[in-house]
C-alpha cells in the first residue's frame, strides 16, 4: 500500500527514539537497543552510524563480559563533547551551566543575584558567565541550545515571563534578551522552575519510569511541575501549575498575587515565618532556622513546623484527588518543610485524600537535588535536538 | 533505509485517522480528506476502499455544486449500520442506546433506577433494554463495542467501579456483569461520567477543538473530566478528575465521603438544599426548584443560589489556576447553577484567578446536553474500532 507519513518522518522519529535512549540510559549495546526500541539491528545499525556522522554518539567496543559469542557494539552519547546552556533565575542567585548530551554538569557558575534585578540586567551576568565557561570547553564542542528555568509563569508560544510574583518581573523576556546577548545561534527555551525541574526528575531523577507525577517546588512560593500520562501539563497558556495560588482558606491571609489564602501563604516561606514570630526575617536561610529550632525544641517553631506540614498535606490532598498521580516530590523549601513535618503531611494526606487515590502514591524527595533547574533547563534544549537530530547544528 | 515501524502499523494509523476524520466530521470529499490528513490522492483511494470493503463507509457521488469539473467522490461514515451500545448509569434512572457510527444516537431506552440497585441488578434491566432495541434495528447491523458512563470512580484497568459516593457502589463489576448479560462479545469499556462527558464534548460538543478543557459535572456529587493537551486525563489508575473532593472549607459541612468541607459540599445538592433550608429534599428537580424559587422572588433560595455560585467560582478559580484550560463547560447541575449564578460565578473567578490564566478561558454550558454520557460512553467503544478499524469485527 502506497503510505503516506513519509520515510523521512519515521527516519525522524526513529533517530529522536534512539538519541533518547541513550541520552536517559546513557553507553547501552546494539542489542539492548534493539530490544528497547523494537526495531530490527540493521535499523539500528543504520541509525547509530547516521547519529556518529552527526556526531552525536560513538559506538564501540564493550568492556569484557566474560561471555562467550561476539559482544554487541556499545553505542556511547557524545557526552563532553555535545552540550546545551542551562541558566536557573532563582530569587537570590542566578546560575549558568553546560550541561553535557545525557544529562551530566559539565560546568556550572553561580552569582548572587539581588532582589529586583531586571531580565536586562541578568543576561549580561550570565552572558560572563558563560564567557568563563566558553574559555574552558574543548575546542570541538558543540552547543545544541539553551534552556532557563525561571520563578515565573512562562508564556509557551515565545518565553515571556508574564509574572514573577516573587521576583517582581513583569512581562520580562528573558528569552529574548539572554539570545541577544549571549550570541547563541540556537533558540533559547524558557520554562517554569517548577515543570522543568519535574521534567528533570522524570527524565532521570526520582520519577523516571512514572507517568503521572506532581513535582511540587517552593521557593519564596510555590508552584508544581505535572507529568500527566508521561507529558508534561502544560496547560493553554503554559501556565498551568500555579498550585500555590489554590485558595485554601477563605478571607485568610495576603499573598503576594493580590489574592488572600492562596496556598503558599500557609506553606510558603512568609506564612512559615509569620507562624513561627519572625515575620521581619526573609530567604531560604530564614526558613531553614525555623526548621533548625524546632529540631532544638523552640516551642514557637514547632507548632509552625507542624502547622505548616499539616497545611502541605491538605493541598497534596486535594492535588492527589484532582490528578492522582503515582508520585508527588518535594523540591525546594517543601523538601525541607516535608523533612521536617512528614507525619503531619501523611497524616492530613491520608484523612483528606480519596482512599483510591492514596493506593499506589508515593511521596519522594528529588534525587538530582539543586542540579535539577539546570538539568531541566537543559532538557528543554535536548528536547527539540531529540525531535530531529540531524537537522540541529 | 530499513524502517522500523511496519507498513502495517502505518497503514493502521492512517485507516484510524481516516475513519476518525469522518466519525467526527461526517461525509467528507476526498479532496477535503488529503488536505486535512496530509496523505496523497492514492493513498486516500486505497485507505477508503479497505474501509469500505470492511463496511465501515460509503463512497458515492456528491450533492450537485454547480461547478465545474470532475467533483470529489464523498466518503460517508456508516452510521445506520455501524454503532456502539452506550449505558448511563446515574444516581436515578439507567439509560441505554444504540448510538451510530458518526456519533448519532439511532435508538434509546430509559428506565428508573431506585436508589441502592447493585450493578448485578441494573445489568439485566439494561439488558433488557438492548433486548428491545436489538428487536427494533437492520438486520446488517454490526456493533463494534459498549461503553458506559457511571457516576463513580472507575479502575482504569478493568473499569471496576471503586467507590460511587452517590450510588453507594463499592468494588462493582458492572463492565464484567454488563458483558456477560448482554452476550456481546466485544469488550465493555466503562468510564466515569464527567470523563466520559467531557469526552463527547471534545470530540463533537462545545469543547471540539480545544486543547486544555474542564468539564465540571454535577450529580448528587461532582467531578470533572479533563482535558490536556487534547487528550483524556486519567491519573495513574483512572481516579483523576475528582474536584469535588477538593477540600476548600477546613472543618466544613460533613461529605459523603466521610471527609469534610469537600467542594460539593458547598455546590453540590445536598449543600444548595441545606443553604436554602430545604435539607429533608432530594434529587435534581429539588435542586431546580430552589432555582426557580429563587427566579420568583424567595429570599432564602436567591442566598442559597448567590452562595453557592459564589462557591463554584471559587473552586473553578482554584482548577484554572492548576490546569490553565481554555474553555470550563458546566455540566448536569452545575450548568442549572452556573446559568442561575453566573454573575457570582464570573466574579469571584475574576477576582481569584490569575490573571494570565484568566485571560483566554471561556465559560461554558454543554452542547450535547442529556446525551453527552450516551455519546461518550459510546465513544470509548468507538476509540478501540479507531485505533485498528480493520480488526473489530
Chains 1, 2 share one sequence.
Not at 554538569?105 to 531586571?118: A, F, K, N
Not at 484527588?321 to 512528614?342: C, H, K, Q, S, W
Request: hydrophobic share 45%; net charge negative; proline share 4%.
Amino acid at each position: 500500500m502506497r503510505v503516506g507519513p513519509s520515510q523521512d518522518e519515521i527516519r525522524r522519529q526513529n533517530l529522536g527514539a534512539l538519541l533518547r535512549y541513550v541520552h536517559v540510559h546513557g553507553a547501552t549495546t546494539r542489542a539492548e537497543l534493539t530490544t528497547a526500541l523494537g526495531l530490527n539491528r540493521s535499523t539500528i545499525g543504520a541509525l547509530t552510524a547516521d547519529l556518529a556522522a552527526a556526531g552525536l554518539v560513538t559506538e564501540g567496543a564493550p568492556k569484557e563480559t566474560g561471555r562467550a559469542g561476539r559482544p554487541s557494539l556499545v553505542v556511547r552519547p557524545e557526552s563532553d563533547r555535545v552540550f546545551a546552556y542551562a541558566y536557573s533565575i532563582e530569587v537570590d542567585r542566578l546560575r549558568a551551566a553546560r550541561v553535557g548530551l545525557g544529562g551530566a554538569v559539565l560546568d556550572r557558575r553561580e552569582l548572587d543575584r539581588p532582589r529586583g534585578l531586571t531580565a536586562a540586567e541578568a543576561a549580561p551576568l550570565l552572558a560572563g558567565a558563560v564567557k568563563e565557561m566558553r574559555q574552558a570547553m574543548p575546542e570541538d564542542a558543540v552547543c545544541v541550545g539553551a534552556g532557563v528555568a525561571v520563578c515565573g509563569m512562562v508564556r509557551r508560544d515565545d518565553g515571556l515571563v508574564r509574572l514573577g510574583p516573587t521576583t517582581g518581573w513583569v512581562d520580562e523576556p528573558i528569552g529574548t534578551a539572554l539570545g541577544t546577548e549571549l550570541g547563541v545561534d540556537v533558540p533559547v527555551t524558557v520554562g517554569n522552575v517548577a515543570d522543568v525541574a519535574a521534567f528533570a526528575e522524570h527524565a532521570r531523577g526520582a520519577a523516571a519510569g512514572c507517568d503521572n507525577v506532581i513535582y511540587l517546588y517552593g521557593d519564596v512560593g510555590v508552584g508544581a511541575g505535572i507529568i500527566a500520562a508521561g507529558r508534561r501539563l502544560t496547560g493553554h497558556g503554559g501556565y498551568s501549575g500555579e498550585v500555590g495560588h489554590m485558595v485554601v482558606v477563605r478571607d485568610g491571609a495576603r499573598c503576594e498575587c493580590g489574592n488572600r489564602g492562596c496556598w503558599e501563604t500557609e506553606i510558603g516561606e512568609h506564612g512559615l515565618l509569620r507562624a513561627a514570630g519572625r515575620s521581619d526575617a526573609r530567604g531560604r536561610e530564614a526558613m531553614l532556622a525555623v526548621f533548625d529550632a524546632a529540631d532544638r525544641g523552640d516551642a514557637q517553631a514547632q507548632i509552625a513546623v507542624r502547622q505548616a506540614g499539616d497545611w502541605l498535606g491538605f493541598g497534596v490532598a486535594n492535588l492527589v484527588n484532582i490528578f492522582n498521580p503515582e508520585m508527588v516530590i518535594f523540591g525546594g523549601t517543601m523538601r525541607d518543610l516535608y523533612l521536617a513535618a512528614a507525619a503531619q503531611v501523611r497524616s492530613r494526606l491520608n484523612s483528606n485524600g480519596l482512599p483510591a487515590c492514596l493506593e499506589h502514591v508515593r511521596l519522594r524527595t528529588p534525587k538530582l537535588g539543586e542540579d535539577a533547574p539546570l538539568v531541566g533547563a537543559a532538557e528543554l534544549a535536548f528536547d527539540r535536538l531529540l525531535a530531529d537530530p540531524l537537522d540541529v547544528n
